[in-house]
């Protein structure tokens, strides 16, 4: 029986610390942000969500003319092989997306913008692989605040289990006018 013992032993325990290795590496890969830069030169923010192959690159916020909406946009892109279904929030209770502002300030999406679609709720979409998907989101901010903190996306990814999933887009800076984003 000590041989048998032994014998699980020896293959249980480095299986299982292999396991737990492997799972600390792919959290911390999860969670950590991505800087890319893009084709001007200037550093774009990007968050990867390993565990369902998205992309999310930051775009900018823009202020709209009428001073008390901003604009946010992020390009969502699937890099596996296959579609996934997704669950885009705007002020969905379940996964809403929020914005950020130097102060902690917190403003709930009040409508998003998928292709022709707009919806104050969600909109479900199949990503398919590599192809760069544009979603936009309104928020209402006081003109006041100027500074941006973070963007924090909620989305349900559709299979045989949905799963609701964050990320988070940090140190977003200044928010863009009309007049500075034609520059």
């Known amino acids: 029986m000590s041989s048998l013992w032994k014998s699980i032993k020896n293959v249980t325990l480095p299986a299982l610390l292999l396991g737990t290795c492997v799972q600390v590496a792919v959290s911390t890969l999860a969670v950590s942000p991505v800087a890319a830069q893009t084709s001007s ?40 092989n296959n579609h996934i279904k997704v669950s885009f929030g705007a002020r969905n209770v379940q996964y809403q997306t929020r914005l950020v502002d130097n102060s902690g300030n917190v403003y709930t999406s009040g409508s998003l913008q998928l292709n ?50 964050r990320i988070t887009l940090s140190n977003l800076g200044a928010i863009a006018t009309a007049s500075t984003a034609k520059k």
């Open 41 to 80: 030169g200037a550093s774009a923010i990007k968050q990867v969500d390993r565990k369902y192959n998205i992309s999310f690159d930051y775009r900018g916020c823009q202020r709209a003319k009428s001073n008390a909406r901003v604009v946010c946009e992020v390009i969502a892109t699937n890099f596996s």
């Open 116 to 165: 022709q679609y707009d919806s104050q709720d969600k909109i479900l979409t199949d990503l398919a692989p590599g192809i760069p998907t544009k979603l936009v989101f309104n928020f209402k901010v006081p003109e006041q605040v100027t500074q941006l903190s973070a963007l924090d996306l909620g989305y349900l990814t559709v299979g045989r289990v949905d799963t609701i999933n």
